[in-house]
């Protein structure tokens, strides 16, 4: 009886063991578990925040390229012979390269040009939109209206603009590299 007793304890002991033993392996399986749930959720939480960052410069980037197409638009679309100077300088600061030079070399014909008819231009942004764009350089889409008044139309006249914006990225500013009618 005595053996049957020790046996029965010695039974259970192992039992009990091998059950602590499994408990234990069981606890550092879920430890496991949970640190990979860890680390996972940690990446996926950056990976989502550098989406959001990276959507929210893209989406600014597209702000500052449509706000300077409008003013660079806005700017070559309102002309006034009374102070064609100062109008044609607002237009040279929003621009760069052939464009540039271009309204640069035209500058002395165009004041002749605009003081002779007495031209007044004031134009005025209806829509804009970016039809490509990247880090450094994009093409905008504008339609403007204006109304022109000039000794040949003194009671004036409306006029619709279409056009299209080639726009580069230069020590932070976006600036008008090119200007075509189209349509």
Not at 7 to 21: F, K, P, V
């Amino acid at each position: 009886m005595n053996g049957s007793i020790f046996t029965r304890l010695t039974r259970s002991l192992r039992l009990l063991g091998a059950r602590q033993a499994a408990a234990a392996r069981g606890g550092r399986t879920v430890s496991a578990a949970l640190a990979v749930a860890t680390v996972v959720t940690t990446a996926l939480s950056g990976w989502l925040c550098v989406q959001v960052y990276e959507q929210r410069v893209e989406a600014q980037r597209h702000q500052d390229i449509l706000a300077a197409a409008r003013q660079s638009a806005l700017n070559f679309t309102s002309l006034d012979h009374r102070h064609y100077d100062r109008d044609s300088a607002n237009v040279l600061k929003g621009a760069t390269g052939d464009f540039r030079a271009q309204f640069a070399a035209q500058a002395a014909e165009l004041t002749k040009l605009v003081a002779a008819n007495k031209s007044v231009s004031q134009g005025q942004v209806l829509e804009a939109g970016i039809t490509r764009s990247d880090e450094r350089t994009a093409r905008v889409l504008v339609v403007a209206d204006s109304k022109v008044t000039n000794t040949a139309a003194p009671g004036g006249q409306a006029r619709t603009y279409r056009l299209q914006l080639d726009l580069v990225l230069e020590r932070g500013r976006w600036l008008t590299s090119d200007v075509e009618f189209v349509g």
